[in-house]
Nanobody
Framework: QVQLVESGGGSVQAGGSARLSCAAS????????MGWFREAPGKEREWVAV???????EYADSVKGRFTTSHDNAKNILHLQMDSLNVYDTAKYYC???????????????????WGQGTQVTVSS
């Protein structure tokens, strides 16, 4: 059984930074996708960053240049470093995963089949 457990988040001032982590367990495949999504009140879940564990990350335009995701293969933890935060980054952030045979990872949230419980990030001006 795949489990994803997020940590980090909280409240931060605009212009500040925050770091999220997602610990994954239960995978038996060699290759899988992991990603970050977020959901603000009244809005649809949107992608933030996705990557295959043996590939390079891709970022949504709204976070490109400010957010960085990385995967610690030894510990099987996905990190999301968020810098230059603004109020529009306020949302509940979710970690997601899906086993794959290649390096393609969709940025459409319904493609993903494993989700963490989510962690709130609130940015105040």
């Amino acid at each position: 059984q795949v489990q994803l457990v997020e940590s980090g988040g909280g409240s931060v001032q605009a212009g500040g930074s925050a770091r999220l982590s997602c610990a994954a367990s239960g995978y038996s495949e060699d290759s899988y996708c992991m990603g970050w999504f977020r959901e603000a009140p009244g809005k649809e879940r949107e992608w933030v960053a996705v990557m295959a564990t043996n590939g390079d990350p891709e970022y949504a335009d709204s976070v490109k240049g400010r957010f960085t995701t990385s995967h610690d293969n030894a510990k099987n933890i996905l990190h999301l470093q968020m810098d230059s935060l603004n109020v529009y980054d306020t949302a509940k952030y979710y970690c997601a995963a899906r086993a794959v045979s290649g390096r393609y990872c969709s940025n459409f949230w319904k493609w993903w089949n494993y989700w963490g419980q989510g962690t709130q990030v609130t940015v105040s001006s």
